[in-house]
């Protein structure tokens, strides 16, 4: 499977700033995934990035609150911006990958505290 | 859209018992059911999944049975072990390429 790294791997930020997650994958894939997970929480999916077209957001999320870029076939980035506590989470990439393309692997997350 | 069941929220077996995990799904065009085990302070690692042409899957001590017309799938983990323990999500998606839509999780625990 791919290799997946996240950048920061944690952060604690002020309310009302913003803060930008990098996603590099060690290969080219098409799909890349951002998910939530707040505390003791499951997966929720915020959006889809495919290079080259706009990222398509779930029910609940907003390209204003969460822009994201995906430049090439190896890089993603989510930013969450004008923070507040309720934000405080962790934050996934994932990939889509595996001979029949369904298999997703996920990258090691970002741990945000919004104070 | 999908939304996906998962019982029971918390198990708690002895080690060397068996342990069973259900989830079931809405969207009947679902076809690949993957289950995901989470330790504390890690990503979710992929363990097993399955898809709709597949009625039962076996990896050692893990397996998945799907059941499309009832529309659910469980994950069997028998002989089980204290490094068993951990939170287990399945999850559903209809295509490749299409995000998966997740379970609440169920927080195993396993006592030696």
């Known amino acids: 499977s791919a290799v997946i790294s996240q950048k920061p791997s944690r952060d604690i930020c002020q309310r009302g700033t913003s803060l930008t997650i990098q996603c590099q994958v060690d290969s080219q894939v098409t799909m890349m995934f951002w998910y939530r997970q707040q505390p003791g929480q499951s997966l929720t999916l915020i959006a889809t990035?495919?290079?080259?077209?706009?990222?398509?957001?779930e029910s609940g999320f907003v390209i204003d609150k969460f822009p994201i870029s995906r430049p090439n076939l190896t890089f993603s980035t989510l930013t969450v911006s004008n923070m507040s506590p309720e934000d405080s989470s962790i934050y996934l990439c994932?990939?889509?990958?595996?001979?029949?393309?369904?298999?997703?692997?996920f990258g090691p997350g970002t741990r945000l505290t919004v104070t | 859209g999908e939304n996906v069941e998962q019982h029971p929220s918390t198990l708690s077996v002895q080690e060397g018992d068996s342990a069973v995990i259900k989830c079931t799904y809405s969207d009947s065009a679902s076809n690949y059911f993957p289950w995901y085990k989470q330790e504390l302070g890690k990503r979710p690692q992929l363990i097993i999944d399955i898809r709709s042409n597949v009625g039962e899957k076996k990896d050692q001590r893990i397996a998945v049975t799907l059941n499309k017309t009832a529309k659910h799938f469980s994950l069997h983990i028998t002989e089980t072990q204290p490094e068993d323990s951990a939170v287990y999500f399945c999850a559903a998606s209809h295509q490749a390429g299409t995000a998966l839509i997740f379970g609440k999780g169920t927080t195993l625990s396993v006592s030696s």
């Open positions: 990035a495919n290079q080259g077209s706009e990222a398509t957001y």
């Open positions: 994932s990939v889509d990958q595996g001979p029949q393309g369904n298999e997703q692997y």
